[in-house]
């Protein structure tokens, strides 16, 4: 059994992340008596800082980013500020490492680490942790992505941490793993009987995975320009929700079976290279529109110069194997759409032979759909008949069953995605993570994708801000007449 962590060391302590979601999470998980007692927390960045400046910095953050105030108690987060030390240093300087470890104590004692800083800086800090002695049997270590920017800096990235870290004490974090609804997902298909005889070639049609964003690129331009959409959202979340939908059912829900699964899926999907971009991806940008009503400059504009990055990207994908041949994973993702809306859409095929056919009803094929976000919810779309004496002939309506985890677990705090994920890092479970055979399976995959948009010359096309990117990603589908879901 894995000992939890007594000491948290934040690198990337004042940075966006940290602020808006380590903190408000760390509270979280402080309020709810969730943490270890004797938890020590140390933030680390650069700013020339001491603990009571960085205390304050991170109760304005508590403030600014806790949106229920009820839940913010002032005398909760004193206790929790009271958690927290800082030490000021530049990560990429070796010799200021020693007062880190200073601060630190006793790594012996456990300790998780968390990189939240440019992945630039990762070699450095392993190096760095290394030489002051904050490494060892009882350290963790978690990333945050992007880890790399192709299978070829992934590797090296993960060469650096592996000579430092085991694999078992590597802590890869894709944070839609630990959303709420993405688990449930595995609860609803492994925890009940219905669904999986249905889940393969025999019983679905087609799966759409959408997560779309009002957002633009939020001050993140350096960062964004350089990755686009499809390293941005596929390679990590959208093929992590993929996998969770097509893997096979581990024998437990542990770690290595879990991820076993996953792994295999992606080493499953077809590829899809320089013979076949053209016609199974669309690439987007958007121009100014208007998003919510309020108009938004285009995303070249928000640059200041042209650019040749994806703000949006569609795809159809096929995972070769037994229990997928033929269905087609149509993925679609990207910035300055007209709402924001994450959700995995199932469409089973309709029955075989229609008894209402003759009595001019039309029957629809069932659908699941799992919402992410905004809400959390999971609905079945079933074929219900509309209350009459069918004098006109019957009719057949399409009605939802709510699996509303909202409604029935409203007494649940809905925890931010971090909340999960820092408990398990602290407390040293690594099923929610991922691995490394993982993470370079899913740069294949994409890595194929950009050099065949290279070597064909691809560019993103124009679509207006609040539409659903270019009108080339509908054809996508609708060639093989099937609609996205809205
Ligand atoms: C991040 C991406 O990983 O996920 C962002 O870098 C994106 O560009 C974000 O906005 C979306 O996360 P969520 O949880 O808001 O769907």
Do not use: C
Request: charged content about 25%; cysteine-free.
């Amino acid at each position: 059994m894995t000992q939890p962590a007594h000491n948290l060391l934040l690198f990337g302590a004042t940075g966006d992340l940290a602020q808006r979601m380590l903190l408000p999470s760390l509270y979280g998980l402080h309020a709810d008596g969730l943490l270890p007692p004797d938890l020590r927390i140390v933030a680390t960045a650069r700013s020339d800082l001491d603990d009571s400046g960085f205390r304050s910095q991170a109760g304005d953050s508590l403030s600014r980013f806790i949106a229920d105030r009820d839940f913010l108690r002032p005398e909760v987060a004193r206790t929790f500020l009271e958690r927290l030390s800082y030490v000021a240093i530049d990560a990429s300087d070796q010799a200021q490492y020693g007062r880190l470890a200073e601060t630190v104590g006793k790594a012996k004692d456990g300790l998780a680490i968390f990189l939240s800083t440019a992945p630039s800086l990762f070699e450095a800090t392993i190096a760095g942790l290394s030489q002051a002695g904050l490494t060892g049997r009882d350290v963790r270590l978690a990333l945050e992505k992007p880890l790399g920017t192709d299978l070829a800096s992934s590797r090296m990235i993960n060469e650096a941490v592996a000579s430092v870290f085991p694999e078992e004490r590597t802590f890869r974090i894709d944070h839609y793993l630990g959303k709420e609804t993405v688990q449930n997902l595995l609860a609803l298909r492994f925890g009940n009987s219905l669904f999986e005889p249905l889940w393969n070639a025999s019983g679905i049609e087609h799966v759409q995975i959408t997560v779309s964003e009002t957002v633009g690129l939020e001050g993140r331009a350096g960062y964004y320009e350089g990755s686009g959409a499809l390293r941005d959202m596929v390679q990590n979340h959208m093929l992590q929700l993929l996998a969770l939908v097509a893997m096979e059912p581990p024998a437990q829900f542990g770690a290595s079976a879990v991820r076993d699964e996953k792994v295999k899926v992606f080493r499953s999907l077809r590829r899809i290279g320089r013979d076949e971009v053209a016609a199974n991806t669309v690439i987007g940008q958007y121009k100014a529109g208007a998003v919510g009503g309020a108009p938004v400059p285009g995303y070249a504009d928000e640059l200041g110069h042209v650019s040749g990055t994806e703000t949006f990207v569609a795809l159809k994908a096929h995972v070769d194997n037994w229990r997928w041949k033929g269905v087609p994973f149509y993925l679609r993702t990207g910035k300055r759409l007209p709402e924001r809306h994450s959700e995995i859409f199932i469409q089973f095929k309709g029955v075989p032979h229609s008894i209402f056919a003759s009595r001019g009803a039309v029957v629809q094929p069932n659908k699941l759909v799992i919402r992410l976000q905004p809400e959390e919810n999971i609905r079945l779309l079933v074929m219900a008949k509309q209350p009459g004496l069918d004098r006109e002939g019957i009719r057949l309506r399409e009605v939802p069953l709510d699996l509303g985890t909202a409604n029935v677990f409203a007494d649940s705090r809905r925890r931010i995605a971090y909340e999960r994920l820092l408990l398990d890092l602290i407390e040293g479970d690594p099923t929610l993570f991922v691995r490394r055979d993982e993470v370079e399976a899913q740069w294949e995959w994409i890595d194929a994708i950009r050099d065949g948009w290279g070597f064909n010359r691809m560019t993103p096309k124009d679509y207006a801000a609040g539409t659903w990117g270019p009108s080339a990603a509908i054809a996508l589908t609708e060639r093989d007449g099937v609609s996205w879901h809205e």
